[in-house]
């Protein structure tokens, strides 16, 4: 029996209503936002939960092993399980880990809440597939931009917002607001969100490796995971550098950064943009552009850096985001015109890919900076850019097909 709050949110005729768009899009920036939050925070939670300062970065660390775990486990589930308790059941998961979280006073129980905060984050990649499903495919690019925009901002506001949140009411309450917010978008995803149930025949072992199958049957997915890994990889690069260069070349606080993070989140305002894009048919220039961009913003940065030209770092640091969430966007749109019923093992690839880029920049970010200073940061992200460009010509010379 379906809901009347759930029959509105879909019509056959115009697919999900703008108001289950916005909460979806909400969700998955609430939920990816998770991962991040702790991050500016190391310095607080390592001496109170027993953490020497040498191992504290270990808390960021467990999260996002965590999802790496989730995106390959879990959001593979969303082809064998009804979509909509799927997702309930991994925000409440995630409110369990965030209550943990908040009131840990050891490092083996907070290390456990991390690892389930970050397996169960994963749900919002069960809502991409999801609310592709219900959108025609002409405005897919549109719907999926506009879900993507939502999860960039979570990603850039997470830091200065619990870095606010903290200043002012102490590292607990981060976790704690989270989770309230957990809460109320639990309830209007359990209103408006209606059932999907996927066509059964196959068992969760069966899922799991089937995956490698699809992925060795579908080449535009293994392109698209490829230009995504780098151009991540790009991105946390970048986000993990400049903290370190705005408070040792601009001599910024943690407030300043925090600012400059919120300052980059304007790159979200690309994801609508490149969907509308992808649905004219504009997939390929719009790809290609996003990583010439991503190529030369990285590079022109160490000129800005050097002339401390904080104005236009701020400016470069949005045209970076917004290239890697373009790409983002238009690879989405193409990994979800595959049948419906392998949509989530194809992002559970994809995603996972792409959580590999990000770990890959992480590491890189320090690095590249410890050993050549902004310089050598400008230089590795440029040119992942140029390399993803490279394989996407590579994959022009090689491939004929229709345009996406």
């Not at 999860?151 to 606010?164: H, K």
Request: with cysteine; charged share 10%; net charge positive.
């Amino acid at each position: 029996m379906v809901d009347q709050t759930q029959a509105a949110a879909v019509s056959e005729d115009r697919g999900p209503s703008a108001a289950l768009i916005t909460v979806v899009a909400l969700a998955t920036g609430s939920l990816v936002a998770n991962l991040y939050y702790a991050q500016p925070l190391v310095a607080s939670i390592g001496p109170a939960i027993g953490l020497s300062p040498d191992i504290a970065g270990s808390i960021v660390s467990v999260t996002q092993i965590g999802y790496g775990l989730g995106l390959f486990l879990l959001v593979s589930l969303a082809d064998l399980v009804e979509n909509r308790l799927l997702v309930l059941a991994t925000l409440s998961c995630t409110v369990i880990g965030l209550i943990g979280a908040a009131v840990s006073t050891g490092a083996l129980p907070f290390f456990a809440a991390s690892l389930l905060i970050g397996l169960s984050s994963t749900g919002a990649q069960v809502l991409l597939p999801f609310i592709a499903h219900l959108v025609p495919a002409a405005q897919r690019g549109r719907v999926v931009g506009n879900i993507m925009g939502g999860l960039l901002t979570g990603i850039m506001l997470a830091r200065p917002v619990s870095l606010f949140i903290a200043a002012s009411f102490g590292w607990r309450a981060v976790f704690w607001c989270s989770a309230v917010l957990m809460v109320f978008i639990g309830l209007a995803l359990s209103r408006m969100m209606p059932r999907h149930k996927p066509h059964g025949g196959m068992h969760y072992g069966q899922i799991l490796a089937s995956i490698f199958t699809l992925v060795r049957d579908l080449p535009v997915v293994r392109w698209r995971a490829a230009y995504q890994l780098f151009l991540f990889a790009a991105f946390n690069l970048f986000w993990t550098a400049s903290p370190l260069m705005l408070a040792e070349r601009f001599g910024m606080s943690e407030h300043g950064i925090a600012l400059f993070a919120l300052a980059g989140a304007g790159g979200a305002f690309a994801a609508p943009i490149a969907g509308r894009l992808a649905d004219r048919g504009l997939s390929r220039t719009t790809t290609a552009g996003a990583m010439l961009t991503i190529a030369l913003a990285f590079w022109a940065t160490g000129w800005v850096v050097a002339a401390l030209a904080l104005a236009v770092l701020v400016v470069l640091a949005v045209i970076i985001d917004g290239a890697v969430q373009a790409n983002q966007v238009v690879s989405q749109r193409i990994i979800f015109s595959v049948p419906p019923q392998v949509r989530g093992r194809v992002n559970a690839f994809y995603m996972t890919c792409t959580f590999i880029g990000g770990a890959i920049g992480s590491v890189l970010g320090t690095l590249t900076y410890h050993w050549g200073g902004w310089t050598a940061t400008a230089a590795v992200g440029g040119s992942m850019g140029a390399f993803a460009l490279l394989l996407f010509f590579l994959e022009l010379s090689r491939t004929r097909v229709s345009p996406a």
